[in-house]
């Protein structure tokens, strides 16, 4: 009895094994510390999102060396109303590895306890419950997604900024990434063709709102696929799912927020890999004891708040700034407009 109690004591607790909750452990490893991350899925890579990552989100190292046969992306087409205009680069600007394979990198670095299907029911402030066990922790990381366990114990509310993708996906490696601004299609967001993974391509849209998923996103996708490339959407199944960037904090006492479940993603790509893997790098050197992690934290709240105030800027279209958009991406290639759209793009893009 006495050793099952002692099996049931951890340092930390990370709910979530996705990339924030991985990274998060995988900076713990070598501390000393006793990890363990709980997962309710029952294995890595099921969350149907895009498997490109930037270069900040491994800084210093290229992608395309370290996972073998990583598609590299050059070239990005920017659709309006009025048609579509390739923009290429001479240097990448994102890789496709596919978030399986990124998720097991992640995992292979950790000395943690990783548990699989084991879904959380309940948590008090010492104790976690899950369907399989009680576990006392000293610190509980939330690391769990958009519609956090760990968050809603927080009573954080989820208010601003929720959106929702919702897209196709075709059985074939993606050949173009492409990005379409089309306000009156997908207001306060946009269309996309990108890789689901190395062998897969997803036709959708993105918007900002709460509870808009069924209702109002995935109607405007469906008519908008059929009409912009043709699709026979009864071969193809489809996918959704919804994100937050609502950020209200990060550090709570001994209970952290990494990733989605802090609110950390990017409002106008809704982009959150860089988010999920510095914030859980940011949290793990803070629960170490090392001052770089309220450093790290701090950047990437310094850059949610720029982000934030950009997709509110420019995403309402009853304001000019709108328009002003739409003026800059009908032709990114040349002169103030390549200048404008450059900067933006690399700023997102290197951080």
Same mark, same amino acid.
């Given at each position: 009895?006495?050793?099952?109690?002692?099996?049931?004591?951890?340092?930390?607790?990370?709910?979530?094994?996705?990339?924030?909750?991985?990274?998060?452990?995988?900076?713990?490893?070598?501390?000393?510390?006793?990890?363990?991350?709980?997962?309710?899925?029952?294995?890595?890579?099921?969350?149907?999102?895009?498997?490109?990552?930037?270069?900040?989100?491994?800084?210093?190292?290229?992608?395309?060396?370290?996972?073998?046969?990583?598609?590299?992306?050059?070239?990005?087409?920017?659709?309006?109303?009025?048609?579509?205009?390739?923009?290429?680069?001479?240097?990448?600007?994102?890789?496709?590895?596919?978030?399986?394979?990124?998720?097991?990198?992640?995992?292979?670095?950790?000395?943690?306890?990783?548990?699989?299907?084991?879904?959380?029911?309940?948590?008090?402030?010492?104790?976690?419950?899950?369907?399989?066990?009680?576990?006392?922790?000293?610190?509980?990381?939330?690391?769990?997604?958009?519609?956090?366990?760990?968050?809603?114990?927080?009573?954080?509310?989820?208010?601003?900024?929720?959106?929702?993708?919702?897209?196709?996906?075709?059985?074939?490696?993606?050949?173009?990434?492409?990005?379409?601004?089309?306000?009156?299609?997908?207001?306060?967001?946009?269309?996309?063709?990108?890789?689901?993974?190395?062998?897969?391509?997803?036709?959708?849209?993105?918007?900002?709102?709460?509870?808009?998923?069924?209702?109002?996103?995935?109607?405007?996708?469906?008519?908008?696929?059929?009409?912009?490339?043709?699709?026979? %959407?009864?071969?193809? =199944?489809?996918?959704?799912?919804?994100?937050?960037? +609502?950020?209200?904090? &990060? #550090? /709570?006492? $001994?209970?952290?927020?990494?990733?989605?479940?802090?609110?950390?993603?990017?409002?106008?790509?809704?982009?959150?890999?860089?988010?999920?893997?510095?914030?859980?790098?940011?949290?793990?050197?803070?629960?170490?004891?090392?001052?770089?992690?309220?450093?790290?934290?701090?950047?990437?709240?310094?850059?949610?708040?720029?982000?934030?105030?950009?997709?509110?800027?420019?995403?309402?279209?009853?304001?000019?700034?709108?328009?002003?958009?739409?003026?800059? %991406?009908?032709?990114? =290639?040349?002169?103030?407009?390549?200048?404008?759209? +450059?900067?933006?793009? &690399? #700023? /997102?893009? $290197?951080?």
């Amino acid at each position: 009895m006495a050793a099952d109690l002692m099996d049931a004591d951890y340092d930390v607790i990370i709910v979530g094994a996705g990339p924030a909750g991985l990274s998060c452990a995988r900076h713990l490893s070598g501390s000393g510390l006793r990890v363990l991350v709980l997962e309710k899925s029952p294995s890595l890579g099921l969350k149907p999102c895009s498997g490109e990552i930037s270069s900040k989100v491994l800084p210093g190292e290229d992608p395309a060396r370290k996972f073998k046969g990583a598609q590299v992306w050059k070239t990005v087409i920017v659709g309006t109303a009025k048609g579509t205009v390739p923009v290429t680069y001479d240097r990448p600007y994102l890789w496709t590895v596919g978030r399986s394979e990124f998720e097991s990198w992640l995992k292979s670095g950790c000395d943690a306890d990783i548990r699989f299907s084991e879904a959380v029911t309940s948590i008090t402030p010492k104790h976690v419950e899950t369907s399989k066990g009680s576990y006392s922790y000293r610190h509980l990381v939330g690391a769990d997604g958009s519609f956090s366990k760990v968050r809603d114990h927080l009573k954080l509310p989820m208010e601003h900024i929720v959106g929702s993708a919702y897209h196709y996906v075709v059985e074939k490696p993606s050949k173009e990434f492409r990005v379409y601004w089309l306000p009156d299609v997908f207001p306060r967001g946009y269309g996309y063709v990108m890789s689901r993974s190395r062998g897969a391509t997803m036709i959708g849209g993105a918007m900002a709102g709460k509870d808009i998923l069924h209702r109002v996103l995935a109607p405007k996708v469906k008519a908008w696929a059929v009409q912009e490339f043709g699709l026979d %959407l009864s071969k193809l =199944r489809s996918e959704g799912y919804r994100g937050n960037a +609502d950020y209200r904090g &990060w #550090r /709570f006492g $001994d209970i952290f927020l990494a990733g989605d479940a802090a609110g950390l993603l990017n409002p106008v790509t809704t982009e959150g890999m860089y988010y999920a893997v510095k914030s859980g790098e940011g949290v793990a050197k803070h629960i170490r004891g090392d001052p770089d992690g309220e450093r790290i934290m701090r950047k990437l709240e310094s850059t949610h708040r720029s982000q934030v105030f950009l997709f509110d800027l420019f995403s309402n279209p009853s304001l000019p700034f709108c328009r002003f958009v739409e003026w800059v %991406l009908e032709d990114p =290639r040349k002169g103030i407009r390549k200048r404008i759209f +450059d900067f933006v793009f &690399w #700023r /997102f893009m $290197d951080g």
